[in-house]
């Protein structure tokens, strides 16, 4: 079945870009759509975006000004990049398959991968 | 912003039945999903368009709707159900996903 992990660094400097990848086996990454989700510790989930394969994304408002995510079906990877991050972006973020039929849900989950944003 | 509203903990005895709302104003118009997430470990899909259950999990969840709130009830609670439950939905134009903040559910 399909797997998908994260990667990328685990600490990332105030006011830098915070970029992870997530690596998607088990199945092809074509005709879907992938997401970001992330949770700072002993809080809740948070929505960050999507993608599709085509390229077409939609993202949070609350952080539309500062995410960009892409697709490289080549490698069967999409990607996250989160700009001028503050201690606010220390969280554990996820990728995640959506399906869409109506109504989007997320399923499965990566393992999920630590970002302490610090100096 | 649009906001799906979870009550922070339930308590149950093994064996009971528990249920967890999650209200909003746009689910009457979109369709709410619910995951589970034990510590540590990624959430996991339970119900899938308002009462829909995802292959492997157990005939004890179910899920159901009523106007701007929707249920997670789990029959004959057991120990392992002891995790966090999170509610997700669209906003009324079906733009951008929302969580709810989680409910703790204690099995006593």
């Known amino acids: 079945q399909v797997q998908l992990q994260e990667s990328g660094p685990g600490l990332v400097k105030p006011s830098e870009t915070l970029s992870l990848t997530c690596t998607v086996s088990?199945?092809?990454?074509?005709?879907?759509?992938w997401s970001w989700i992330r949770q700072p510790a002993g809080k809740g989930l948070e929505w960050i975006g999507r993608?599709?394969?085509?390229?077409?994304?939609n993202y949070n408002p609350s952080l539309k000004s500062r995410v960009t995510m892409s697709v490289d079906t080549s490698k069967n990877q999409f990607s996250l990049k989160l700009s001028s991050v503050t201690a606010a972006d220390t969280a554990v973020y996820y990728c995640?398959?959506?399906?869409?039929?109506?109504?989007?849900?997320?399923?499965?989950w990566g393992q999920g991968t630590l970002v302490t944003v610090s100096s | 912003s649009y906001e799906l509203t979870q009550p922070p903990s339930v308590s149950v005895s093994p064996g009971q039945t528990a249920r967890i709302t999650c209200s909003g104003d746009?689910?009457?118009?979109?369709?709410a999903y619910w995951y589970q997430q034990k510590p540590g470990q990624a959430p996991v899909l339970v119900i899938y368009?308002?009462?829909e259950r995802p292959s492997g999990i157990p005939e004890r969840f179910s899920g159901s709707s009523s106007g701007t709130t929707v249920t997670l009830t789990i029959s004959g609670v057991q120990a392992e159900d002891e995790a966090d439950y999170y509610c997700?939905?669209?906003?009324?134009?079906?733009?951008?996903?929302?969580f709810g903040g989680g409910t703790k559910l204690t099995v006593l």
């Open positions: 995640a398959r959506v399906t869409t039929d109506p109504g989007d849900w997320f399923d499965p």
């Open positions: 088990g199945g092809s990454i074509s005709s879907y759509y």
């Open positions: 993608i599709y394969t085509s390229g077409s994304t």
């Open positions: 746009a689910l009457p118009k979109q369709y």
């Open positions: 368009k308002d009462s």
């Open positions: 997700q939905s669209a906003d009324s134009s079906g733009t951008y996903e929302v």
